[in-house]
Nanobody, 122 residues
Framework: QVQLVESGGGLVQAGDSLRLSCAASGRAFSSYAIGWFRQAPGKERRFVASISRSNRTYYSDSMNGRFTISRDNAKNTVYLRMRSANPEDTAVYYC????????????????WGQGTQVTVSS
């Protein structure tokens, strides 16, 4: 099973860009699809983006094209870049792994990280 650790969160200003990282250890990282989700206080966990084992990318339509997901298998890391941050992006961001699923349901992913907090001030 793969272990995931998110990093890169913090306090940013509205309009800033931010890059989150999801570092993996355990089984061969390249054999996993990775998804990013976020959860704001009092709200459900929501899909942001995912990347398949073959580097196909998928995004939530509601994110207005401000996110980019990528992976570096040599570093066992998946990145999520956020542009033009706004206060509504404030949430805990989680990465999750699956053997093949790249959809928007959290139940499709088997392993989860602990999350990294992103706070966007206006």
């Amino acid at each position: 099973q793969v272990q995931l650790v998110e990093s890169g969160g913090g306090l940013v200003q509205a309009g800033d860009s931010l890059r989150l990282s999801c570092a993996a250890s355990g089984r061969a990282f390249s054999s996993y699809a990775i998804g990013w989700f976020r959860q704001a206080p009092g709200k459900e966990r929501r899909f942001v983006a995912s990347i398949s084992r073959s580097n196909r990318t998928y995004y939530s339509d509601s994110m207005n094209g401000r996110f980019t997901i990528s992976r570096d298998n040599a570093k066992n890391t998946v990145y999520l870049r956020m542009r033009s941050a706004n206060p509504e992006d404030t949430a805990v961001y989680y990465c999750a792994a699956s053997t093949s699923y790249t959809g928007s349901s959290a139940r499709g992913y088997d392993s989860w990280g602990q999350g990294t907090q992103v706070t966007v001030s206006s």
